[in-house]
C-alpha cells in the first residue's frame, strides 16, 4: 500500500497506532497506579467534577425509563460500565447522585450495577483498598463491582465482587459505558488527507533533554512521515467509505481515526444484541469541519499523553446504523457525547432523549466549567450568598469549595445564625460529595476549621479527628499533626469533656517536642492553654460540683456549664445583637476581646454565669445567679438575682424553658430557696417561660427599677406578707457594702 523512495530513516518510523509511545504509555499507568491522579500529573477533572456526573446519571435514569417502557423487565441488572475509571471520582459522583434519585422511583426488583474497569491490576487493587471507606456500602448492596479490563482487546467483563463474568449475549438489557478521557489516551490511527488522496501517517519521536519519571512525555518531540495507500485497508467497508468521503470533501489535513475505540465499543455491544448507550466526555471535535484545522495530530502531554478524539466519525457510524447521538456545546477543546448505538422501535428512546437535551443542551457540563474558570480569574470574590449557590450550582464540588476557602473563612463567623445553618449543612455536603485519592490538602481539617467558626464543636471534633486518618505530605507532618491534636484540645474543652480535652492537648505537645519543642512559641501557648483548661476544671467542680449540670427529670436537649473565657468568641456572636441585650438587659459586647473581659468581670464566687449549651450548636444562650456572699448565710434571705437570655438564632425551640430549669438546679446546690429577676415587658417569649414555672410579677416597683421593667418572683413564699419581706430583705442585701 505504501510509496517506493522510503528515506534511509524509515527504519526510525512506526505506523502511529504501533508507536511505542503507546506501550510507554500502558507502562505509566501500570506503574503509577492511582498515583497518576493524586499527584496531579493527569487531569481528571473536567470531566469528573460533581455536574458531569449529574448530567451522566439524568440521561442513564431517561435511559432506564425507556427500557422500562420497552417491556424490557430483567432479573438482571442494567450493567453501567466504565472505561477507564482512573481516580474514581466520576464513579463516586454518579453513585450519590444516581442512587438517590434511582431509589425514589424503582420498583422492588430493579437493580442497577456500576463496574468500574481498568486494564491495571494495581488501579484495582488501589480502589479496592483506599477508597473501601466511602465505596464499600456500594459494593455491599450489590451496587458496585469492579473488572479488569482492557479497552484494546478484551470483550468479556469479569466482576470480582459478584463472581460473574458479563459474556457475549449474555445480558438481558443494553448496558451503558461511559467513556471520559479513555479514546483519546488509547490507541488511534492516522491518515493525512490531500486533494483525495490517501496517505497513512507514521511518526518517531526525539526524547526531550531531560529524563523525568513523572512526566515521561514532557519534552518529546513528534516527526511524521506521510505514506501513500490506495484505501484505508479495513475489514469494515463502512469505516473505509467514511475515510474515503472526508478525504473527498476536506481540504489537506490530519484525520485520526479511533479504530482501537470502535472495536471495543462493538465487543462492548455484543454484550446484548448489538445495543448500547454511550456515554463519552474527551477533548475533541464535534463537526467535520473543525477536523480540516488538523496538520498534525494535537498531542497533550502532562503525566502521560492524550490525543483529541474524532467524534464526528463515532456519531456518524452511528447514526448511519440508526442509532441517535445527543451531543453539548463544545468548551475549552470538551465535547460530551451521548449516544444510543442502534434504533429501537420508533420514538422509543423519548425518555433519553427529554434527558439527554436537558443535560447537554441547557446548563450542562461545559457551561458549569466556563463558569468556575471565570471565577477563578476574577479579582472580586462573590458575597457568602453567592458563594453558597454557586456551591450548590457545582453539587457541592470540593474544587469549588476550595475556590472560596480563603474568602468565607474571614467572615463565616459574623453571617446571621440562619445562613450560618446553610455553610454548616454545605460543609457537610462537601465533604459527602469528596473522594480523597491522597492530594496534598486535607479537607477534613479545613472542614473542621470551618466548623469551629461556627460553633459546632462535636462536628468539629469529628472532621479533625477524620483528619488524624488522612494521609499527609512527608514535610513538616508532625506540625500539622499537633495542630490537629490542639484543635481537638480545644473542641472536647468546649463540648465540656475536659478530661479528654487535656489528652489531645498533652499529645499536641508531645508532637511540638515537649521540653526540646521545636517552636518554642507553639509549644508555650499549649502550655498556657493546658494550665487554663486545669484551672477551669477545679473552678467548675468548687463552684457547680461537677462539669455540667443537666436535667435528670426530663429529657432535654440542652445542659450548663460554667460561661467561660475560652467561650468568648461565641458569646459575642450571639451578644451583639442590639434588640436581644435590650430585652435580656445586657450589656451589648463589641469584639471577641470585649466578650473575654465580659465573661471574667462578670464570673464569681457569687455571681455565677452559665453557658447554656446544645450537643451540636455549642453555646445557645446564658443564665445567670448572683447573691450576696451573706444570703446563704444563717440568717440571710437565701435569695438570688437571675437573669438568662437565649440568642435570637436559638428561639422558641424550649431553650429557654430548659435554660431555667437548669438555673433552678443551681439555685438549690447553693442553697437558695427565692429567685428575683428583672424581665421587660415586651419580652413575651421570657414572660410565658416564668408563667410555666409559676412565677410572680411582685406589684411594687422599687426606686430605680427601669422603666417597663417588672420583678417576678420564683419560690417558697406563699403569702403576699412573706414575699413582701423576703423582697425586702433581698433587696437590702444588694445595698453597697
Known sequence: ?????????????????????????????????????????????????PVMAMAYAQIVLGFWRDLKAQGLASDQPLYIIELGAGCGRLAWHFLLQFFEAFDAIRGPDDRVCYVMTDFCAKTLEHWRIRLHGKLGPFIEQGRLDFALFDVETDGQVALQNQGITLTPGSLELPPVVIANYVFGSIRQDLFFLDKERLYEGWMKVEPGAESDPDQPFAGMTPDYQKRRITGPGYPDQQWNRLIEDYARRLPPCALLFPA??????????????????????????????????????????????????????????????????????????????????????????????SAARQALQAFNPNDFYRIKQTLEVEGQPLDPAQMLAFLRLARWDTKVFYLFFPHISTVLAQLSGSTQEQWFRALGEVWRFHLPIGEDYNLAFDLGSLATELNRWRAAAQWFSQSLESPAPAQDDEQRLSNTWFNLGICHWQSDNYSLAETCLLKALELEGGDQARNAEDAAAIRRTIADLNDWQDRCARLLGAQTLRLTDSPSSVYATLLGPHQARALYRLQRDPQLCRLAGVERLSSIDHARDWVRKQQSDHNLVLGIQHPDLGLVGVAALAYAPGATAPGGSQSARFHYWIGHDYQNHGHGLQAMKLLHHLAELRGIHHLFGLVDRDNASSLRVLDKLGYQRLPVQPAGTPQGRHYHYWGQAASEPERHGIFSRFLGEQEPG
Open 1 to 49: 500500500m505504501s510509496d517506493s523512495g522510503i528515506s534511509s530513516q524509515a527504519a526510525d518510523y512506526t505506523a502511529f497506532a504501533r508507536s511505542p509511545l503507546w506501550d510507554l504509555q500502558r507502562q505509566y499507568y501500570s506503574e503509577k497506579g492511582l498515583e497518576a491522579w493524586a499527584e496531579a500529573q493527569v487531569p481528571h477533572y473536567v470531566t469528573s467534577h
Open 260 to 353: 482501537c475505540g470502535l472495536n471495543a465499543l462493538e465487543r462492548l455491544a455484543q454484550l446484548h444484541d448489538g445495543n448500547l448507550l454511550l456515554l463519552s466526555a474527551d477533548r475533541g471535535s464535534q463537526a467535520v469541519t473543525e477536523l480540516a484545522s488538523q496538520q498534525t495530530p494535537g498531542i497533550a502531554c502532562h503525566g502521560s499523553f492524550t490525543l483529541p478524539v474524532n467524534y464526528p466519525v463515532l456519531m456518524d457510524l452511528i447514526e448511519a446504523n440508526g442509532g441517535t447521538c445527543w451531543t453539548s456545546t463544545p468548551s475549552n477543546d470538551l465535547s460530551i457525547l451521548a449516544a444510543c448505538r442502534r434504533a429501537a422501535a420508533a420514538g422509543s428512546w423519548r425518555e433519553t432523549t
